[in-house]
């Protein structure tokens, strides 16, 4: 990074299955607006906006940032459109960062959305392809043998899955923006639930929703401002990469990708992490099936190969009395409007550096670790975040 | 070796170095787009004698649409091999913007070179109502406005202006279309009169059928690098002194159509004022439009525009942006060119406008 970068506002939308009452600009209206009005900003402030949703067809329009251009207030301004399958909101909020870091902006405006209920996910991910193989029952029926292979390779007692679907909706309880809100939630009704498919159930998938994400990223001078004017501290960028390996190939790992290690290892050495584990004081990981936590806490480094369960048996990622608290917003295990779901791990991270997490806010987090991924867990978007500029 | 040219826009010279193109054909029906693509990349890399290991970033455009399926960029990227994991983004627009933010990371001195393609077969659907879809879904695509329709508004608007005939429309066409003969790439070449051009029934009055660019199943690829590695890679690099794109609102009935403000913003930030332009490539869909672009920029007449034959002669949607940088490229590689202006746009009616000035040493 030549320049620095800070986030300097955060909006989102409510999650829900269904925003009858917005359009789609309506929707990223709203994010965008609170997320401008977090960093003291107007629209003419804005310098170039950065976009990004997953497919197309989950709403059915085709490049709707050409549309949105209005409701973005980019009209005479740059706007670039990104797409990087599940883990787009990362790398949106990434390519934004960018635009700051190589000095060419001083303010960016990013936003990500997914209006689900506008189309049908499912449908619009197991359209048949000639010479691929079919989807079929969308992602939960790609990943379920794939946290398969986990369990046998790991030996994880079944519970596990169950305990981090539990903790997720706990946590989703302090959100305000969280679609779901399972007061009942219970290792009893999660396992009641109906298996979806085996080993995840109807209660340890993500939900399908609507909503959007957005931040306002600024530079050094800019952040500096900004501070002055709300009060608000920055959250200062400390590291961001990505990284994508192919779908299939004979040998590839899809239960501990190489992609998610290079992209892992590449951002800590640009914050200076050691130990994961500790060097962090909370995370965000995209965790769409329960099941992710204990794989991702293994590809993150928070812990050896293997033992990814233990931490979540113990309730090392649980915010009540866990020492390295994962997904305090609740996760995509609580809202996930797709596009926008690696974004809010990105901009609940900003919260949690800033204070300003509310409900779900952890003491004194010092710096913080944002991750998205997607397509077949072969696409991969990480940021550091941290009260001290770099 | 010469120093670089000053950059106008951005910290640090970045140039193009390689690029290459498919035979640009109306349906390419025994390759799907990775095959499209594998030969692009490879020729993208062996004009330059460096591998996929020599570029430290990979940044692509297309869009799932015309594939009628969700990730069509993830299957293209297997024409690359990303493995071991590469670092790789895509853009959901034409590839001229995955050049933008392959350049602006080149900007930061962490990478020195970047690979960037683009995509897209138009003979897998019925274009003209895939591009509806990417009309304002509430307003506008329920009414299923194809782009031929839309264009014919805005050429009509144009001659209504004075700005335009329909014989000045023709002469644009009559001329990319002799400059295509040059290109073996081209898909639409000959040398047809403007009188037997004039001749063509309507399409959508006002617009006869050679005002209409070509339906094109085609790829396209380029090797971005800076000034060190350009100079070792090539003995004329294209450096790229400015480069930026705007979009205008998405309302048709608030926009004057007869004009490209985006573009003009877009060429002055770029640094395209100063003049000395020899070429232009111009990213003009329909014909018309290549008449309100000669305004936005304010091209004098001694400016040789499209040599290639531009989009009129091959249009492979979400590659002919990026292939119009690549064009004005290979101009200055060749020592043919000095100064030139590439552009792409986006978008119904050039809604969304890219320029970028290229010079050699």
């Not at chain 1, 290079?262 to 640009?270: F, G, I, R, S, T």
């Not at chain 2, 003049?275 to 920029?297: S, T």
């Amino acid at each position: 990074m030549a320049e620095r970068c800070a986030v300097i506002g955060v909006g989102q939308t409510v999650h829900r299955s269904k925003r009858e009452d917005v359009s789609i600009a309506g929707l990223v209206r709203e994010a965008a607006q609170r997320a401008l009005d977090d960093a003291g900003l107007g629209w003419r402030d804005i310098d170039a906006v950065v976009i990004g949703k997953a497919p197309d067809m989950f709403e059915g329009v085709m490049m709707p940032e050409l549309y949105l251009a209005g409701a973005l207030g980019a009209v005479g301004k740059p706007i670039m459109r990104v797409h990087t399958a599940g883990s787009v909101g990362g790398s949106t909020a990434i390519v934004a960062a960018h635009l700051v870091t190589s000095g060419l902006h001083q303010r960016v405006l990013t936003v990500a959305f997914e209006k689900q209920s506008d189309s049908d996910a499912m449908w619009a991910l197991s359209v048949p392809q000639p010479f691929a193989a079919p989807l079929l029952a969308g992602a939960g029926g790609y990943f379920a043998p794939i946290i398969r292979a986990y369990i046998r390779r790991s030996g994880a007692p079944s519970h596990i899955g169950m305990e981090v679907a539990v903790k997720d909706r706990l946590h989703a309880l302090r959100n305000p923006y969280a679609h779901l809100h399972l007061a009942d939630i219970s290792m009893e009704k999660v396992e009641e639930s109906v298996m979806l498919w085996d080993p995840i159930r109807y209660l340890e998938t993500c939900p399908s929703s609507d909503g959007a994400a957005a931040m306002v990223l600024a530079s050094e001078r800019a952040a500096g401002e900004a501070e002055a004017a709300t009060g608000r501290r920055p959250a200062w960028v400390h590291g961001m990469a990505m990284r994508s390996e192919p779908t299939m190939f004979a040998g590839r790992d899809q239960v501990n990708p190489r992609a998610g290690k290079d992209c892992a290892a590449d951002v800590y050495a640009q914050a200076g992490v050691e130990r994961p584990r500790q060097d962090f004081d909370v995370a965000e990981v995209y965790v769409p099936f329960s099941w992710f936590e204990p794989m991702w806490l293994e590809n993150l480094g928070f812990c050896d190969e293997g033992d990814g369960w233990k931490l979540t048996d113990e309730g090392a990622t649980s915010m009540d009395g866990g020492d390295i608290p994962w997904n305090c917003s609740g996760g995509v295990l609580s809202s996930n409007p797709i596009g926008a779901s690696g974004m809010l791990r990105f901009l609940e991270v900003a919260l949690q550096v800033r204070g300003e997490a509310g409900e779900h806010q952890v003491d004194g987090v010092r710096r913080a670790l944002g991750q998205a991924y997607g397509g077949g867990s072969q696409f991969f978007a990480m940021w550091v975040l941290a009260v001290d500029k770099p | 070796m010469s120093p670089a040219p000053p950059v106008h826009r951005g910290s640090r010279p970045v140039a193009v170095v390689s690029f290459a193109q498919t035979q640009h054909v109306r349906r390419e029906a025994n390759r799907n787009e990775v095959e499209l693509l594998m030969p692009v990349i490879k020729e993208v890399f062996a004009n330059i004698g460096i591998t996929k290991d020599d570029v430290g970033f990979i940044c692509s455009g297309s869009t799932d649409y015309l594939v009628g399926g969700p990730f069509s960029f993830v299957a293209a990227l297997d024409a690359v091999g990303v493995w071991p994991p590469r670092r790789e983004s895509h853009v959901e627009m034409d590839a001229a913007w995955a050049l933008f933010e392959a350049w602006v990371l080149l900007q930061e001195g962490e990478i020195d070179a970047a690979l960037v393609y683009g995509f897209g077969k138009s003979s897998m659907g019925d274009l003209a109502k895939i591009l509806a879809l990417q009309l304002d879904p509430y307003v506008m695509a329920p009414l299923w406005p194809d782009p031929v329709s839309l264009a014919a508004l805005q050429a009509r608007a144009l001659i209504d202006a004075g700005k335009a005939s329909e014989r000045a429309i023709a002469e644009v066409a009559a001329r990319s279309r002799r400059s295509a003969l040059a290109n073996p790439k081209a898909q639409v070449a000959d040398d047809w009169s403007v009188d037997d051009l004039m001749a063509e029934e309507y399409v959508v009055n006002p617009l006869r059928r050679h005002a209409l660019p070509p339906l094109t199943d085609g790829a396209a690829a380029v090797v971005l690098a800076t000034e060190e590695r350009a100079f070792e890679w090539v003995e004329r690099p294209a450096f790229i002194t400015g480069i930026d794109h705007r979009v205008e609102t998405h309302a048709l009935g608030a926009r004057d159509l007869t004009v490209s403000p985006s573009t003009t913003k877009a060429a002055s930030v770029a640094g395209a004022a100063a003049g000395g332009i020899d070429v232009a490539e111009l990213h003009a869909p329909f014909a018309h439009q290549e008449l309100i672009l000669r305004e936005a920029l304010g091209l004098p007449d001694s400016v040789d525009v499209n040599p290639s034959g531009g989009p009129l002669a091959a249009n492979p949607i979400m590659s002919a942006g990026l292939i119009r940088i690549g064009e004005a490229a290979a101009r200055i590689m060749a020592g043919e060119a000095t100064r030139a202006l590439a552009h792409a746009t986006s978008g119904p009616l050039l809604q969304q406008n890219l320029v970028a000035v290229l010079e050699g040493t």
